[in-house]
């Protein structure tokens, strides 16, 4: 009966809930067209890989032969590719290989080892014995954070003492002055360092450099060679220089939501004025080439003090990016402009070919305007709409390019990145996306080489793989851009620094911030390029530069005797919208050798006017400038002076 009962309500009622019905539908079908619903997006992840071994060159790179496991927090992570990048941007050409193919033959022609830490430490007694042997018969080894296999040659004989490493506290034994020993002194570093007692400077002493006022590089010379030992980890420091320093764990503040890139930086660099990852590797790499004259790629095509880049990122309509690129084009210059897939058409990209301008997605992600979207649904009806990942985005503003200017280069939308050491990386990796620039100061009250670099590197990930995906960090950006600081980085770079200066200025600058300061400094950023000897391209145009540079293979022999490093080099460049010949990099030699400079240059035989040889405004090398191809470069260096007698 209770049934029964039940069922009669229900019977009573069934127009009752049909008019329910139909009036939810009604509402959801009307609601459907004033607010879909969302689906948010989700891009896929990609993960680090080891690069192909080079054979040839004079410095080789050991690495280890597995990818360690990943890493909980940066003391855990494996730093060994943060040599790679060193190389990559310092050298150009070197050689690579895995510890278990150490052998004599893969030593053979070398003038430098370098063993990252953990290659150190896996290293078997019969590596370490041919390496010492290395060393004893003229060449030069690395060693960063050695244990006691290594106590016979590195001067360490224990590592069970560590203390964290904070900065380093003294370059005495460098004997290095002025700007660069000022800014070397105080570097932030990242990890272990080696307890030891206190030794002099060189060159009474072996200690080139101390960290937390205690040894921290030593130089030992080991029979005919010399062998240099880091008691900290170099390479942990660089890559959290360069790619951010975790507040905890792998994350850089609290909470899970993304983050601005420049609240991954160390506090210390929010306004360095100078790059002192790079100027740390440089002092390192210099030091190996007083014991022996050592050859290497200039950084720039031909001789060029550095390369200056004006970008533009357009999250809505991109017109008023085009005209600061038009007037960049009048100037004499290029440009890089970032536009959202939904809002550039076919005839920005007509605007853009005539324009000479590159075009990078600018990856919207719904944080500064709504995110870009495709309608989910039948008809009129799309209840649904549905984010398009970085890969979509990618492939629909790529429709309307053509195949000359296919889509390499990224921005992220307000420079914001996941709070974790890498998620954003594998992201942009797991794409198309060759080249990514968001890291960088994004605050009026930032400037400079906030991530220790104007240079691209590639990023690591948990396991210590690097990414194939370069970042490319700019150097000012909208509200702290004005003429003077452009003039000081450019004019800086010229004299000391040589590096690329990639300008961040957004469409929408002018709008949202007016500012005479910012117009100025655009009005005038290529004509003070070109005054400070500044290459002015664009990003794509130097990601090919460096690429063709490392394709390149260039290989010495040093005859001590004749005084002549002889250079074997097959220069490898690339085509350039603002270099008529073409992008090839310089051949930089040092400009003295136990402090004598060279007398002459000759290049496929032929003799070169010192004159037309540059120096660069370091004063540390003469660049040679020669075309693509195959050659042979002589370069003789004067002889000593005798030694004077005492009377």
Avoid at 488 to 508: C, E, F, G, R, W
Wanted: hydrophobic share 40%; aromatic share 8%.
């Amino acid at each position: 009966m209770r049934i029964r009962r039940n069922s009669s309500v229900l019977h009573a009622l069934r127009w009752d809930l049909l008019i329910a019905v139909v009036i939810l539908g009604v509402w959801w079908f009307f609601s459907a067209f004033e607010e879909p619903t969302l689906r948010p997006a989700t891009s896929p992840e990609s993960y680090g890989s080891r690069p192909p071994d080079r054979a040839e060159g004079d410095i080789l790179l050991l690495l280890p032969d597995t990818p360690s496991a990943a890493a909980n927090s940066i003391d855990e992570l494996d730093c060994s590719y943060a040599w790679f990048n060193a190389l990559w941007r310092e050298f150009g050409s070197f050689s690579t290989a895995m510890t278990r193919d150490l052998s004599p033959e893969v030593l053979a022609g070398r003038q430098v080892v370098i063993l990252p830490a953990r290659v150190v430490r896996s290293m078997p007694p019969a590596g370490v014995q041919l390496l010492s042997d290395f060393a004893n018969e003229g060449g030069q080894v690395v060693l960063e954070m050695p244990n006691e296999n290594w106590s016979l040659i590195s001067g360490v004989l224990s590592d069970k003492k560590v203390s964290r490493a904070q900065q380093i506290t003294s370059v005495d034994g460098l004997n290095v002055h002025g700007t660069l020993r000022n800014e070397l002194t105080g570097i932030p570093l990242r990890g272990n360092l080696i307890q030891a007692p206190p030794l002099e400077p060189y060159p009474t002493g072996p200690v080139l450099l101390e960290v937390d006022s205690q040894p921290g590089w030593l130089q030992l010379p080991t029979g005919k060679g010399q062998v240099h030992t880091f008691l900290f980890n170099v390479g942990c420091s660089l890559t959290a220089l360069q790619q951010g320093t975790p507040a905890k764990d792998m994350s850089f503040v609290p909470g899970d939501e993304p983050i601005k890139s420049s609240q991954r930086a160390n506090s210390a660099l929010l306004k360095a004025r100078a790059p002192l990852a790079d100027l740390l590797v440089r002092s390192i790499f210099e030091r190996l080439r007083h014991f022996r004259p050592i050859p290497r790629l200039w950084l720039f095509p031909g001789a060029s003090s550095g390369a200056m880049m004006m970008t533009h990122s357009a999250s809505r309509d991109p017109r008023a990016a085009f005209a600061f690129a038009e007037s960049a084009k009048n100037a004499g210059g290029t440009a890089t402009i970032f536009a959202a897939s939904d809002r550039f058409t076919k005839v920005h990209a007509e605007l853009a070919e005539k324009l000479n301008v590159e075009i990078g997605l600018h990856w919207i992600q719904g944080f500064t305007r709504p995110p870009v979207v495709d309608p989910v649904g039948l008809g009129a009806v799309r209840p649904i709409e549905e984010e398009l990942n970085i890969d979509q985005q990618f492939m629909r503003l790529n429709l309307n390019l053509p195949a000359e200017r296919a889509l390499r280069v990224v921005r992220l939308e307000d420079m914001r990145v996941q709070n974790n050491w890498a998620g954003t990386f594998k992201q942009l990796a797991a794409s198309r996306v060759r080249l990514d620039s968001s890291f960088g100061p994004t605050e009026p009250d930032q400037w400079g080489y906030i991530f220790g670099s104007g240079f691209p590197y590639y990023p690591l990930d948990e396991t210590g793989l690097p990414l194939p995906l370069l970042e490319q960090p700019f150097v000012l950006h909208s509200d702290n851009m004005s003429q003077t600081r452009l003039n000081t980085l450019l004019k800086d770079s010229q004299a000391l620094y040589h590096q690329p200066i990639v300008i961040s200025l957004p469409s929408n600058a002018m709008r949202s911030n007016p500012s005479a300061g910012i117009l100025m400094a655009f009005d005038q950023a290529f004509e003070l390029a070109k005054k400070h000897d500044h290459w002015v391209t664009n990003l794509g145009e130097f990601m090919d530069f460096l690429s063709t540079r490392r394709r390149s293979i260039l290989t010495s022999r040093w005859n001590a005797e004749e005084r002549t490093l002889t250079v074997t080099l097959n220069l490898v460049g690339t085509t350039s919208s603002t270099l008529e010949k073409g992008a090839f990099a310089g051949l930089a030699v040092p400009r003295t050798f136990e402090n004598q400079e060279i007398i002459s240059v000759f290049v496929d035989e032929k003799e070169v006017p010192l004159k037309d040889v540059a120096t660069n405004g370091a004063n540390t090398d003469r660049i040679i400038s020669v075309p693509g191809g195959r050659h042979t470069i002589d370069v003789i260096y004067a002889e000593p002076l005798p030694p004077t007698l005492e009377p």
